[in-house]
């Protein structure tokens, strides 16, 4: 990628929603008075509500998105005992046109605001989206109350639910949000390569049948992340039909029953002690056929491992699997502009799991 120009800046205390939405069209308008090369990206708005003190850790996730960078960021910083607003707003492009071609403009606006200004942060962020382009509401930090308030600006929320103090109330946070628009879940991303091996496993014609067999599940997670094992579990329940039962706590492990099709399907999430990311540690399946497969995560991807019912066995290694947490955010705003309706069903089953409990 080309480097980064010199970015055209403005900033101001005591500002407004209206100055603010003024200073951003008189960078685009010098911008392009000095190419008519530069134009704006016009893909995607993104809103991150933060702590003041903790803003420049979101904003460094935010540039190592790479190209899924939203068209227009918006940081909202929440500060203690701050009455007014201050904002600075920059607009910048990668290295200098080509001849002939276009040179796609980022436009930041950094808001500091205190804890009086969340309720009507609507009035504040409205006037500086880019209407008729798809708004991502984010809070790294919490700030529900915020995230609540952009309700109706909101059309995608992005949340991580393994930031919930438990995987109760994180998926009953992402259903209230689901109920108002669409979700990304990160913890539901970082599930993705598992899933999409799961589902590779199965695939080949001569397995297929050993889906309907499968009598026990055993995912090991981070201790943190017991609520991407449920989101796995709730998947494979709601594509297979099972009924989940009730989640009984034994030794720090969740244990659990599925009432399958033709079986009892036994559910085992464990900690893994020695993970250090967030998200999944392996996964084994068992089938009443006497097949058993099993990933698990290792340097460079995903060892995988298939036993048959004769014992023949066959192990390989699924190449850069994983996204790794460095590329999880993009993921997260690329997945903001598509749909995915799997995660629904997997997070209404997975909280059957504890409601029943």
């Known amino acids: 990628m080309a480097p980064l120009q010199a970015p055209e800046v403005w900033s101001a205390d005591d500002t407004s929603p209206g100055e603010i939405e003024s200073a951003l069209r008189t960078l685009l308008e010098e911008q392009h008075a000095s190419s008519d090369a530069y134009v704006p990206a016009r893909v995607l708005n993104l809103v991150a509500i933060v702590d003041r003190?903790?803003?420049?850790?979101?904003?460094?996730?935010?540039?190592?998105?790479?190209?899924?960078?939203?068209?227009?960021?918006?940081?909202?910083?929440?500060?203690?005992?701050?009455?007014?607003?201050?904002?600075?707003?920059?607009?910048?492009?990668?290295?200098?046109?080509?001849?002939?071609?276009?040179?796609?403009?980022?436009?930041?606006?950094?808001?500091?605001v205190g804890p009086e200004h969340v309720a009507r942060l609507a009035t504040i962020v409205d006037p500086l989206v880019v209407q008729d382009l798809s708004t991502v509401v984010w809070a790294p930090h919490g700030h529900n109350e915020a995230v609540d308030a952009l309700l109706d600006l909101a059309d995608v929320n992005l949340l991580d639910s393994v930031e919930a103090p438990d995987p109760a109330s994180a998926i009953g946070r992402a259903q209230q949000l689901l109920e108002a628009g669409y979700v990304v879940d990160l913890a539901w991303l970082r599930s993705t390569p598992w899933r999409e091996?799961?589902?590779?496993?199965?695939?080949?014609?001569?397995?297929?049948?050993?889906?309907?067999?499968?009598?026990?599940?055993?995912?090991?997670?981070?201790?943190?992340?017991?609520?991407?094992?449920?989101?796995?579990?709730?998947?494979?329940?709601?594509?297979?039909?099972w009924e989940p039962g009730a989640v009984v706590r034994q030794n720090g492990s969740m244990l659990s029953r599925a009432r399958g099709r033709r079986a009892e399907v036994k559910l085992r999430l464990e900690p893994e002690a020695r993970q250090d990311v967030p998200g999944l540690a392996g996964i084994?399946?068992?089938?009443?056929?006497?097949?058993?497969?099993?990933?698990?995560?290792?340097?460079?991807?995903?060892?995988?491992?298939?036993?048959?019912?004769?014992?023949?066995?066959?192990?390989?290694?699924?190449?850069?699997?994983?996204?790794?947490?460095?590329?999880?955010?993009?993921?997260?705003?690329?997945?903001?502009?598509?749909?995915?309706?799997?995660?629904?069903p997997a997070l209404s089953a997975a909280s059957a799991m504890l409601s029943s409990g």
Request: net charge neutral; with cysteine; proline share 4%.
């Open 53 to 112: 003190d903790w803003r420049g850790e979101i904003v460094n996730r935010l540039e190592r998105v790479g190209r899924y960078h939203p068209s227009r960021t918006i940081v909202i910083a929440v500060e203690r005992g701050r009455s007014k607003l201050s904002a600075w707003a920059t607009m910048s492009a990668h290295g200098d046109p080509e001849p002939g071609s276009i040179c796609v403009c980022e436009e930041r606006v950094e808001i500091e």
């Open 284 to 344: 084994t399946i068992g089938t009443g056929g006497g097949m058993t497969v099993s990933l698990d995560r290792g340097p460079g991807g995903l060892a995988a491992k298939r036993r048959l019912h004769d014992g023949r066995e066959y192990s390989w290694v699924v190449l850069g699997a994983s996204r790794g947490e460095a590329g999880i955010l993009g993921e997260g705003i690329r997945q903001a502009l598509l749909r995915d309706p799997t995660y629904g």
């Open 197 to 241: 091996r799961i589902a590779a496993t199965f695939d080949p014609p001569a397995f297929r049948g050993e889906l309907g067999k499968i009598d026990e599940v055993t995912v090991h997670h981070r201790d943190d992340s017991a609520i991407s094992a449920m989101l796995l579990v709730g998947w494979l329940a709601s594509r297979l039909g």
